[in-house]
């Protein structure tokens, strides 16, 4: 039997993972066929500009994503609380921070964008399928890699023999030691395979260090990589646009 956080995990991954399949639709089925069928010209003809047709398809397909990835959103964090440890146990973990608050409702439209882009460009159902995956694929793997940067870490030291001060249930992003002054242990100082390792480090009178988010810079992350994303979006959205003004063939 499936535990319920490893469901939750699951499904979460399923969450971040959504935007990518999105994007390929986008870029393969909606925009990408109709220029391989030629039913993008008879649109065209029938007194509905190029601006016009490319708004009404990002809208007919922004919102019912948004809607859906919004309702799997609320009901992934409402399932959170069921846990024995709810939020804001393991919240820097990609399959909860990323499947829940508003950074998948920005994918989301992202997506939508990049899709329009990719099909737009390319105007082949399975290239632009599938250069729409990798790209929204690639931008989900990048700012996951980098998100725990976005936002000011607190900063502390202690005694080698004292217990850290990290709060409960934080992000460690960096640990190490530190000299009494609060610079960098210069490389070679001490050797770790040295029996006498804690003493070297004591004699030279080194500090643990951390660098880590707390639970409460959920909010603030989440803000700043949603403000990216949707600056991302509105980017590819406008290249889009610029692509409708190229001679139509």
Excluded at 16 to 45: D, M, N, Q, Y
Excluded at 114 to 134: D, F, H, I, N, S
Excluded at 223 to 249: D, W, Y
Aim: glycine share 8%; hydrophobic share 55%.
């Amino acid at each position: 039997m499936i535990r319920i956080d490893r469901l939750l995990t699951y499904a979460g991954f399923a969450l971040v993972a959504l935007p990518a399949v999105v994007a390929a639709f986008v870029a393969g089925p909606v925009i990408a066929r109709e220029w391989e069928t030629g039913s993008i010209k008879l649109s065209w003809s029938q007194s509905t500009s190029p601006a016009a047709w490319l708004a009404a398809r990002l809208v007919t397909i922004a919102l019912p994503v948004v809607g859906g990835i919004v309702v799997l959103s609320a009901v992934l964090s409402w399932s959170r609380t069921q846990l024995t440890y709810p939020f804001p146990a393991i919240w820097e973990e990609a399959t909860a921070f990323g499947a829940t608050g508003t950074v998948p409702v920005a994918g989301a439209l992202l997506a939508v964008a990049l899709g329009a882009l990719a099909g737009l460009l390319l105007r082949r159902t399975v290239p632009a399928l599938m250069v729409a995956l990798a790209a929204s694929g690639l931008v989900a793997f990048v700012l996951s890699s980098v998100r725990f940067r976005f936002w000011p870490m607190v900063k502390v030291t202690y005694p080698l023999e004292g217990v850290s001060p990290v709060p409960k249930w934080s992000y460690v992003v960096e640990q190490g030691y530190v000299t009494a002054g609060g610079d960098p242990l210069p490389a070679g100082t001490c050797s770790p395979s040295s029996l006498n390792f804690q003493d070297c480090l004591a004699g030279h009178g080194v500090r643990h260090y951390e660098h880590y988010h707390p639970a409460s810079h959920f909010w603030p992350l989440q803000l700043v990589e949603t403000g990216i994303l949707l600056a991302l979006a509105a980017l590819a959205v406008f290249a889009a646009f610029r692509v409708l003004r190229r001679p139509h063939g």
